[in-house]
């Protein structure tokens, strides 16, 4: 827990990369979908590069983003649960803005940009937060992070005892 909260600075290199970028592309994606996520950042993986892959239709509609960056956020925003891979069973509503200009470099060192809404711009936001060393529940007051985590605890319990209400969660995760 305590790497997810460093920041990470390294961009990756596509000019002299540590390892093959579609292979990383590949593993980011495989680690997601099989940990049934919306996204997942290089550094909940134990990598430091500012890298992350968001989930598409299929694996192969996945999206990996090098180097992200958000541009511009809106004055609008909106609320919606969120939860992490990081942090199984912990849900909470998080506010954040409706729509960002994002950038980003594709496996292929391709510079690509967009207005985000909705789901992306939700996913991005908070796959970028982990790059910057930020965990969704940081963003709750005192009280919706202590209900959050409450609430996780419990479902832990109900689970441990065999209750079967618990044993499948259906919500995904970041």
Known sequence: ???LREKVTEDWSFENPEQDTKEFARALVDAMWKNSGLGIS?????????????RGETKKESIVCF????????????????????LPDVFARVVRP??????????DGKQEGQLASGMTARVFQHELDHL????????LGELSRQRAFEKARKIKKFRARGKEKY????KFAL
Do not use: W
């Not at 134990?46 to 968001?54: P, W």
């Not at 004055?75 to 939860?83: A, S, V």
């Open 132 to 139: 910057d060393g930020i965990l969704f529940v940081d963003r």
């Open 67 to 86: 180097n992200p960056e958000i541009k511009d956020f809106s004055p609008e925003m909106n609320t919606m649960e969120e939860g992490c891979l990081s």
């Open 167 to 170: 044993q499948h969660q259906t």
């Open 98 to 107: 409706s729509h960002v200009a994002i950038s980003y470099l594709d496996q």
């Open 42 to 54: 290089a550094n909940q993986l134990g990598y430091s590069y500012r890298v992350f892959a968001m």
């Open 1 to 3: 827990m305590k790497k």
